[in-house]
């Protein structure tokens, strides 16, 4: 069985690390002496010490009674684009003038990887996300994350939207931080599974739904086995000359685009679903 941990807290208390046990409850790691994930994540078998602790004696708390919060820390979040065709392919159409741009970094060796936020500008599960006034087109990107320790090894694996405001990035290339990094630009979680390989990761699935009142406006889906690139090989390439003393969040990029004439609305509601790990949902606010 899956490892889910989560990070979350109850009214005016401080967050702590736990465990998401099926739907309903959360074992209370903080009980066993686990204070953060960034100290349990830099341990060699992350897995192997919560399987220690996980005794029926741990504290329980009602999922209900709880609030999740983003599983991340100090770790800033960084995002890779351009990894799936599909992610090519609607870059290509959106901009005029970059569309060679896009089509030679799906082929380089070097991949495009960007910064998209710090860990306290991340949206928790059930918080909202953002839409730019000055944005007539902005869609969710979902996303499966890597977790990386300060070694820059894949720890574990959790959901992200890498919200894009597409008409601002297929106006120039050089706006991209522009449509990428704002307020309620980037959400994380709802937990993070541990103990799991890239083999294994690669077989899950991601889906995206987003409702408007009760109305489903779009539903899609990916494997993640579409990915061009490793897993490694996108965590190497960011750890190349940078250290991260805390860890980092990597986004492996969208294999997710709605249609041309699809935008998000405020009051929407964005579902990204992913197999092991869970449903990261959020509502939509104008920012
Ligand atoms: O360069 C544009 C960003 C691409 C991206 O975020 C993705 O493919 O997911
Ligand atoms: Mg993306």
Redesign the pocket.
Known sequence: MNLRLCRYTRPGGEPRPGILEGDDWIADLSSAGISTLTSLLEDRDPAGVVRSVLKPSLPRLARNQVQLLAPVEQQEVW??????VR?RSA?MEESEFSATA?GKVYEAERP?L?FKALAHKVVSPGGAVGLRRDSRWTVP?P?LALVLNSRCEITGYTLGN?M?ARDI?GENLLY?PQA?IYTGSCALGPAIVLGTVESQARQWTIELEIWRASQLVFKGGTSVDRIKRSFHELAEFLGRSQQFSFGAVL?T??GIVPPGDFALAAGDRVRILGSEIGCLENEVMIV
């Open positions: 995002a890779a684009g351009v990894t799936y992610s870059r896009y495009e960007f990107e996303e890498d894009s990035e991209l990428k986004l990029g969208t």
